[in-house]
């Protein structure tokens, strides 16, 4: 699978991560196409880490992988979105999401 | 509301829209410090293109707002969730979503 036309307009794509049962959004992460080559053929996710330059599987340290269900790019090419099974919580706080400061910058809900 | 520093790091971060009623992921786009401001002022999703090098207010010529319930950053303040209520549809394409080629990477759903 030619994967490079993800990767014309930036070495690096955001990817956000969904959980595939409840609809939470997890995370976003960034891939480079290494760490998506990497995520389709594992079937776990991988994302390339901007502060250490380097490759890194989710969940290595923690053992909170993610397993993927569906890998869907936006219109144009330049952003996926991730459905996963979610083993423990997403965040390195310990909160299931990373968006888990709901609405501190605005709240209208 | 001091908004820098979700910009430290970068001049523009990555924001997830997300249905507020139906917990789609609508799409995702860019914004630097002033569309942000411009969101939280007007309460309307305003982002900033990358390839316009200008900002553009969502919706301005097909119609179709995205009124913001809420705008949430995440555990290191790089990046936004922005639950909205969508106006029409959210992609150019007349999809709901931009992420509307469901699995199109990879689909083990």
Known sequence: MD????????????A???????????????????????TIETGY????????KSLWRKGETSGNFQ???RITPDCDDDALLISVIQTGVACHTGNMSCFY????VMDNG
Chains 1, 2 share one sequence.
């Open 3 to 14: 994967l490079s036309n993800y990767f014309t307009k930036s070495d690096l794509i955001p």
């Open 16 to 38: 956000i991560i969904q959980d595939e049962k409840t609809g939470e959004v997890l995370m976003l992460a960034y891939m480079n196409q290494e760490s998506l080559k990497k």
């Open 67 to 69: 397993k993927v269900i």
């Open 101 to 104: 400061r709901k609405g501190k």
């Open 45 to 52: 996710t991988w994302f390339y880490s901007r502060s250490r």
